[in-house]
């Protein structure tokens, strides 16, 4: 009988474009996240669900136990970036800020979570970026640096 490891660990992801600009068009996002997606796959990373805004994207994934939370950015980061410049999906050139979001995420909420990243369209109607973020670093008591966001 051999030894399998299990895990479960959601992860809600959440990075911006550089500058935090609108880079992305809608025709342009809605290619990165099929992208995102199939190139999460295609690493071992479970992506239940993601939304690429024009300056941001969303992201829930289940953690593999091969990987390290920096290095699944890393490579879902840097890999669409390149792919964004390759496809010439946007004028000049494309890049993601630097730094991240993770946020754990339990078991019973990722319902809750699905429906959130889903419905980016109508919450960013009512609240920024910034402010959504800020609310997610108060909300999992860490505090947030102006300085470093900017």
């Known amino acids: 009988m051999s030894l399998h490891s299990y895990s479960r660990v959601w ?3 959440v990075w911006a474009t550089l500058d935090r600009r609108p880079l992305l068009n809608r025709n342009a996002a809605m290619k990165v996240s099929a992208h995102l997606h199939e190139y999460a796959e295609s690493k071992g990373i479970f992506m239940k ?3 690429v805004n024009l300056d941001h994207v969303h992201a829930l994934i289940d953690l593999p136990t091969s990987k390290a939370i920096d290095e699944v950015l890393q490579l879902l980061k840097g890999e669409s970036s390149h792919w964004v410049n390759e496809q010439n999906l946007v004028p000049g050139k494309f890049a993601w800020q630097r730094g991240y979001g993770a946020f754990s995420v339990s078991q019973s909420g990722v319902d809750e979570v699905c429906a959130y ?3 980016q369209e109508e919450h960013h ?3 920024s970026f910034v402010d959504e973020l ?3 670093v108060q909300r999992y008591g860490l505090v947030w640096r102006e300085e470093e966001n900017r």
């Open 49 to 51: 669900i993601n939304f």
């Open 11 to 13: 992860l809600h992801l």
């Open 134 to 136: 800020k609310l997610f």
């Open 125 to 127: 109607r009512k609240l």
């Open 117 to 119: 990243v889903a419905g």
